[in-house]
């Protein structure tokens, strides 16, 4: 499975960013895919997930503000992010695998930057 995330930037607070995480390969039938990010001298953190199922979960940080979506014709997984914070900076990485075990397929990672 590959994964390539794209989307990120410079966005001043307040303003707005769609992530988008597009996905080939051999897809599992029941999956889950997340947004994980990791800002400098900090931990990677879960931000949220989406599974085959449609459902989703959000970490404490992003409910609210955070939306993630799908488009199964594009293969491709979205983060939409509103209201962003200065704390939202961090790479941004979109991972893949079975529902409820560690992912075992990781994107690149894409940088987002939120300062004024």
């Known amino acids: 499975v590959q994964l390539q995330a794209s989307g990120g930037g410079l966005v001043e607070p307040g303003g707005s960013l769609r992530l988008s995480c597009e996905v080939s390969?051999?897809?599992?039938?029941?999956?889950?895919i997340g947004w994980h990010r990791q800002a400098p001298e900090k931990q990677r953190e879960l931000v949220a997930t989406?599974?085959?199922?449609?459902?989703?979960s959000y970490a404490d940080s992003a409910k609210g503000r955070f939306t993630i979506s799908r488009d199964n014709a594009k293969n491709t997984i979205y983060l939409h992010m509103n209201s962003l914070k200065p704390e939202d900076t961090a790479v941004y990485y979109c991972?893949?695998?079975?529902?409820?075990?560690?992912?075992?397929?990781w994107g690149q990672g894409t940088q987002v930057t939120v300062s004024s």
């Open positions: 991972a893949f695998g079975r529902i409820g075990v560690r992912p075992n397929f």
């Open positions: 390969g051999n897809i599992y039938n029941t999956y889950a």
């Open positions: 989406i599974t085959s199922y449609g459902s989703s």
